[in-house]
């Protein structure tokens, strides 16, 4: 079965929520545009015409063979769970833990997003989420002098990132130990400033870079 391929000439980008999802699930498994619409059994202009309308609004019946290609749920792809906390499934039969080797651990964080900085505070321990990048094995990340991650300057921290995969009951975590340092150097500033993948979500003005240089690394993964 396939669906009608009329549609407006192609934008460049996903533009509304729908098409995002779309896209960034495909990449998230290394998928073209072309094989998923031939996968969930449409025209490869119809997909595209959901990617990148605004507006577009399948059908019921759409949304499920495309959460099913794109090994997600309707409610992922609508953005139902966007407020949610991920995990919130149960668990798998026969599920399979296992330790990540510390290549395995480095591909993992070198995947680069937002990651969880478990910092000591005068309140006590607190855990703050914060846009980063691995640059030359370290991991580093932009705030603001006064914030909470500021606080981690010259102490011993935990940087932990994971993925949850609700639909199919697996996932993984990479948790880093470290000291957390303050980069002065205005020619390191700069390097990370050209080689960060994404700027701070927070915004506003966050000119102090911070650098975790990974001294013991561990991870985990459950598959089914």
Known sequence: MTEPTSAPAPAEAPLGDLGRRLAAQRARLGLTRRQTAARADMAV???RYLEEQ???APRPAVLHRLAQVLETTVNEL???AADGPPGP???????????LTALECQVLLGSHGVGR?????????EIVPVNYSLVDGAIVFR???????????????AFEVDRIDDTFSRGWSVVVRGIARAVTD?????RYAGKAHSEPWAG??????????????TGRRITV
């Not at 705030?143 to 921290?157: E, F, S």
């Not at 003005?205 to 013991?216: K, Q, T």
Request: glycine content about 16%; cysteine-free; aromatic content about 4%.
């Open 89 to 99: 499934g149960r668990a798998a039969r026969d599920p399979h833990f296992t330790e």
């Open 117 to 125: 900085l478990a910092v000591a505070t005068s309140a006590g321990p």
């Open 186 to 190: 205005p020619e390191q500033r700069r």
């Open 143 to 157: 705030t603001a002098p006064g914030a909470t991650p500021a606080l981690a300057d010259g102490h011993p921290v």
């Open 204 to 217: 506003g003005d966050r000119e102090l870079w911070l650098r975790i240089e990974p001294g013991m690394v």
């Open 45 to 47: 202009g119809y997909l």
């Open 78 to 80: 609508t953005g139902g």
């Open 54 to 56: 605004p507006g577009a």
